[in-house]
Nanobody, 121 residues
Framework: VQLVESGGGLVQPGGSLRLSCAASGFNFSRSWMYWVRQAPGKGPEWVSTTNASGGRSRYSDSVKDRFTSSRDNAKGTLYLQMNNLKPEDTAVYFC???????????????WGQGTQVTVSS
C-alpha cells in the first residue's frame, strides 16, 4: 500500500498550489479520502474529506472557499487545489484513506509521507 503526495513547495501569499496524492495497493475507488495538515509545533489539523465517488467533499472552516479536493478514480489520484494561500496554511500536508467514513484521524487506514507547503513572501 502506498500513498505518495507531491506538488508542495514555496509560494507567495495569495498564490496557488495543487497537491496530488497517488494511491496504489488498495481499493482507492471505494475509499474515503482525506487531507490532513500539520504546522510546525502544532498537532494535526483535518483539512478535507472526499467520498469514494468524488461527488461530495467537506472542508474545515479555515480552508473552505479556498481549497478544493477532487479525485480521479481511473488514475488512483487525489488532488487538493489550494488558492489564495495564506502564511497560516504553511504545513506538511498528508493524504489518508479509510474504507468507511470516519471523523477520527486515528481510524484512517493508510497515510502518505506528506509534502511541505510553505507560504511566505
Amino acid at each position: 500500500v502506498q500513498l505518495v503526495e507531491s506538488g508542495g513547495g514555496l509560494v507567495q501569499p495569495g498564490g496557488s498550489l495543487r497537491l496530488s496524492c497517488a494511491a496504489s495497493g488498495f481499493n482507492f475507488s471505494r475509499s474515503w479520502m482525506y487531507w490532513v495538515r500539520q504546522a510546525p509545533g502544532k498537532g494535526p489539523e483535518w483539512v478535507s474529506t472526499t467520498n469514494a465517488s468524488g461527488g461530495r467533499s467537506r472542508y474545515s472552516d479555515s480552508v473552505k472557499d479556498r481549497f478544493t479536493s477532487s479525485r480521479d478514480n481511473a488514475k488512483g489520484t487525489l488532488y487538493l487545489q489550494m488558492n489564495n494561500l495564506k502564511p497560516e496554511d504553511t504545513a506538511v500536508y498528508f493524504c489518508a484513506s479509510s474504507y468507511y467514513y470516519t471523523d477520527r484521524s486515528y481510524e484512517y487506514d493508510y497515510w502518505g509521507q506528506g509534502t511541505q507547503v510553505t507560504v511566505s513572501s
